[in-house]
Structures are given as C-alpha cells and as structure tokens.
C-alpha cells in the first residue's frame, strides 16, 4: 500500500521561502495525480495545488497563484511544493495526497484523493 510521508515544514518570517516535499513508498507512486491541500489553525482543509502525472498540466488555488510551484522529480518518486513571497494567512497544516481513481480534470476536491500523508507544519510570521 503507498504511503506518502511530507517535510519540509518549518516557522519563517513573512516574505520567505520554503519547499515541503512529499516522498511515497510501498507501492506505485503518483497514479493520476498528486496534490497539495492544507488546512489552517481553526478552519476547513483547503486545495493548494495539483499535478497530473501524465502530462505534468498543474492546477493552483487563486490564493497562491503565482507565488506557489508544485513539480515532481523525473524518479516519479518525490512531489514538490515550492513556495516563496509567503504570507501570514499561508500558515497552516500542508499535506500531499495521491489520486488514483483517474479524473476528467485534475481535482481540487480533497474527496478526490485516495491517500494521505500525516501533513507538515508551515508557520509564517508577519
């Protein structure tokens, strides 16, 4: 069974940058697409960004359109979300999960994805 295990997570000030990685085992890693979903102290998990695995076609939340960047390495094995320009309001649990189900478009849905890593903590401070 495919286990997805985040890093990356850390406590940085207003402005900088971090990558937080998603590294999967156990088992075919990516299907259909990967995803980038984080939840804030207090509310809702919410969509960051996704990859499909076929042709690389990324979607992003409005939010972090333009500051984030998610890209996998040519092993097919690790995901990336790079993220740079962070804002207080990015502060969050990060978590990556894997979509094997297969899609007319890649999703933004959490209900979409079949597995979940135990998510990474990125706190900004302003």
């Known amino acids: 069974q495919v286990r997805l295990v985040e890093s990356g997570g850390d406590l940085v000030q207003a402005g900088g940058s971090l990558r937080l990685s998603c590294a999967g085992s156990?088992?075919?890693?990516?299907?259909?697409?990967m995803g980038w979903f984080r939840q804030p102290p207090g509310k809702e998990r919410e969509f960051v960004a996704a990859?499909?695995?076929?042709?690389?076609?990324?979607k992003y939340a409005s939010s972090v359109k333009g500051r984030f960047t998610i890209s996998r390495d040519n092993a097919k094995t690790m995901v990336y979300l790079q993220m740079n320009s962070l804002k207080p309001e990015d502060t969050a649990l990060y978590y990556c999960a894997a979509d094997f189900s297969g899609h007319l478009s890649i999703p933004a849905a959490d209900d979409a994805y079949d597995v979940w890593g135990q998510g990474t903590q990125v706190s900004v401070s302003s």
């Open positions: 990859i499909r695995w076929t042709d690389l076609a990324t």
């Open positions: 156990g088992g075919t890693f990516g299907g259909y697409a």
